[in-house]
């Protein structure tokens, strides 16, 4: 299977059309970092998906009327579910049950009930990607359900196929025998650094505890993601499947060459991804899809390299290496902005946002909140060129600063969300526990 970019985004109408549309792969429809969740959300999305398995999806795009999936669109669909820890909430009743139950279960049966045979008939199989798979017990609880599910559909063993989205530090200490427990329900492992980091900051932290530098310092070169990035690769290929790359945010460049730097640290990311060995990768933009492709044909001339087999080992301190670096105002206030910023719009039912030259999904919003949480409660939490803290004080003064300066002239209602943002962020990173990005 060829799975040399992957596009991943969100589950509204237009999103799957631009995804499937797109000429990746595989498009992987999210919706747990890329889509509200509220109960209403979640039904449209639900059948979105249908539609889309079923190819009866269209959409009204404006100038260019109505939009369809094109006849000879080969790109495949995969489904991100909401992971363990989440809870259903009225969508449940939809499906006639009454009590609040797992929105893992909820999602995976009501996807695969109503688009298994569609998307077998058209791909081979139901491919999933798993987010906060912490664990061998939670894997083969995943392997437990798939199969009940294959029994009951009348469907072939191992014809639900899931890739592992490594997003904690727990399942990166354990990937073989995570693997192990898939066995051939197993399709790979993928990167998500962004969630790693924030998992990383959620178990190691204290007021003694050194911090984690800018996020700009925690690129795929840190010595911890490195390690994962080369750890996925060796254990994925000794079990027969992907290993794909890090998910890419950068928006492309315009006209004017804006965000030309970050493309550009882009392209050299996919560039020693295909070197390392991994299979694929995955954008979060269709503006990436073919400029990623082509930096995968020059060194992967085969659909895979499932059979190059890295011989390095990395223990588990490698893999919660702290990267060193320095703590800058700049990096403080674009996380103040992206956080500001994207609290206020999933008020209002947007769960993605472009800041700094990038969007940014629930992962990247993660990172940029614990980050301010551990600065804050960290003795160590200084401006690095002045030894100014980061302390309650600056930080409730530069709260309001920004987000007056972002909401000043919004329309009414975002200007409304955006002041009940910067109260919310103020609460979330200067309380005592880990914060948690809410739902939308």
Request: net charge neutral; proline share 5%; with cysteine.
């Amino acid at each position: 299977m060829d799975r040399r970019v992957e596009l991943i985004g969100g589950v509204f109408r237009q999103d799957l059309l631009t995804g499937l549309n797109s000429g990746a792969n595989t498009y992987i429809a999210d919706l747990w970092n890329l889509h509200c969740t509220s109960p209403d959300q979640v039904v449209r999305a639900h059948r979105g998906l249908l539609l889309a398995a079923h190819r009866r999806l269209s959409a009204i795009t404006g100038p260019k009327g109505r939009e369809r999936i094109g006849t000879d669109v080969r790109t495949r669909l995969a489904f991100v579910p909401r992971p363990l820890q989440v809870n259903t909430g009225n969508e449940a009743l939809v499906a006639g049950i009454a009590a609040t139950t797992s929105a893992t279960l909820y999602d995976l049966c009501v996807y695969t009930v109503h688009n298994a045979a569609a998307l077998i008939g058209r791909q081979d199989v139901v491919l999933l990607h798993l987010r906060g798979v912490t664990s061998p017990e939670e894997a083969a609880w995943y392997v437990r359900l798939f199969t009940l599910l294959e029994t009951e559909l009348g469907l072939n063993r191992g014809v639900i196929r899931a890739t592992v989205m490594l997003d904690n530090v727990h399942a990166a200490l354990g990937l073989d025998a995570l693997l192990d427990a898939l066995r051939h329900h197993g399709a790979g492992l993928a990167l998500d650094p962004q969630g790693y980091a924030a998992d990383h900051i959620a178990r190691f932290h204290g007021p003694d505890a050194p911090p984690l530098p800018d996020r700009e310092g925690i690129g795929l070169n840190a010595p911890f993601l490195r390690a994962l990035s080369l750890t996925a690769i060796r254990v994925a290929h000794q079990w027969g499947v992907h290993a794909l790359g890090a998910p890419a945010f950068v928006l492309p460049p315009d006209a004017g060459e804006r965000q030309l730097d970050g493309f550009l640290e882009m392209l050299a990311d996919k560039e020693r991804e295909a070197v390392d060995g991994h299979d694929g990768t995955v954008v979060g933009h269709p503006g990436l899809v073919i400029a990623a492709m082509a930096e995968f044909a020059k060194c992967m001339p085969g659909v895979h390299q499932i059979d190059h087999h890295r011989t390095d080992h990395f223990g588990p301190e490698a893999l919660v290496a702290r990267p060193e670096g320095a703590i800058t105002v700049e990096s403080l206030v674009g996380m103040l902005r992206t956080t500001l910023r994207a609290l206020a719009h999933r008020r209002l039912g947007r769960p993605v946002v472009v800041q700094g030259g990038r969007s940014h999904d629930r992962s990247s919003v993660q990172l940029a909140l614990a980050l301010l949480w551990q600065w804050n409660q960290s003795r160590l939490g200084v401006i690095t060129s002045n030894t100014l803290p980061v302390q309650e004080d600056l930080l409730r003064f530069l709260v309001r600063k920004e987000a007056t300066k972002l909401f000043h002239e919004a329309p009414p209602a975002l200007r409304e969300a955006g002041d009940r943002a910067a109260d919310q962020l103020l609460e979330l990173v200067l309380g005592e526990a880990y914060p948690v990005l809410p739902a939308c």
